[in-house]
């Protein structure tokens, strides 16, 4: 029987992030005591500079109501959460703010002002959402993706997806992720399409399609996770047994699979948006602090380790010094 851990990966992740500086994060529409106080707690462990975006005296009106003190923090007027949501994202658009956090707003509010087209801050990638699941029958962090925007991925919908959660993990310090993808079995079938999918991503990967990370599939959930599982079936791999990224079939099997995670295994699950020009944010009411902060973690060391390959990438081709 695997011995229970506590959540210690979290607090490394919020570790990882001491010496940083604090990374400079609008929040949209931050305007019940959940998102508040969310965003000054993560201030406060130093991961994010809150940039609270909404109307400015019910904001006001809140901090005084819940003794919260937000002089310190830059505060723009909104009169409404969906001008909230387009000042926030051009906040991250004119280079003011390095990520963006969900207040109090609707995820499809704020998402549908990160795609437009003519304000949005959409990049050539297609944009998805990890779960980052501190699972504590697990050895080690978790990445699930995606449960939360792409519903019925394509094939080149997902070499995306597994790009993105391929960079997001070496940004956390995993030096060549094990990606799982994962279906109802370990062989390919014609009955089956993410099999073949799976097959596929596998071999694109082979071919420098997807960079960065090991992949194998199909795999079955219990042969991803679990060496003796794979060892039972014969399957010789080093994904197989010690994933660190999950890649499910569609949104459905991924929220299911999170949520799994999160009521019968006493899991928590940061959430994070990639793809877009800067991390997002999207929390929820139900997130407990550790999560809260966990999440920001986890957009703080993405955003830095962005600008990290930013600077190198200009030395590089000789625009800096």
């Known amino acids: 029987m695997t011995k229970e851990r506590g959540h210690e990966k979290y607090e490394a992740l919020i570790f990882l992030c001491h010496g940083l500086a604090p990374v400079r994060t609008a929040v949209a529409h931050p305007c019940d005591e959940s998102a508040l106080r969310g965003a000054l707690e993560a201030a406060k462990a130093r991961l994010i500079e809150p940039i609270l975006v909404g109307p400015k005296t019910r904001i006001e009106a809140l901090a005084r109501t819940l003794g919260l003190d937000i002089s310190p923090f830059r505060l723009i007027d909104a009169p409404h959460s969906h001008a909230a949501a387009a000042k926030a994202v051009e906040l991250v658009r004119m280079g003011e703010a ?86 109802a079995a370990e062989t390919v079938s014609s009955k089956i399409p993410s099999t073949i999918e799976a097959a596929a991503l596998c071999k694109m990967a082979d071919r420098g399609q ?68 800067a991390p997002i944010i999207l929390t929820s009411r139900a997130d407990t602090l550790r999560t809260r902060l966990a999440s920001c973690a986890v957009a703080a060391l993405y955003a830095h380790a962005k600008r990290v390959a930013a600077a190198s990438a200009a030395k590089l081709v000789g625009w800096t010094a």
């Open 98 to 183: 390095d990520a963006l956090m969900k207040g109090s707003l609707h995820t499809d509010e704020l998402m549908a002002e990160v795609v437009s087209k003519e304000t949005g801050i959409r990049t050539e990638r297609r944009i998805s959402h990890v779960f980052i699941m501190d699972v504590p029958t697990y050895h080690k962090p978790l990445f699930i993706t995606d449960a939360a925007v792409n519903i019925f991925p394509t094939l080149e919908d997902k070499t995306d997806i597994i790009q993105n959660a391929i960079d997001l993990a070496i940004a956390l310090g995993v030096a060549q992720p094990k990606v799982a993808i994962l279906s």
């Open 210 to 277: 997807i960079l960065g990370g090991l992949l194998d599939g199909p795999l079955a959930f219990d042969n991803a996770i679990s060496p003796d599982a794979a060892k039972a079936k014969n399957i010789k791999s080093p994904v197989a047994g010690d994933a660190d990224i999950l890649v499910v079939p569609d949104l459905e099997a991924g929220n299911m699979l999170a949520k799994v995670f999160t009521f019968l295994a006493n899991a928590d699950a940061a959430g994070i948006v990639l793809g877009a020009r």
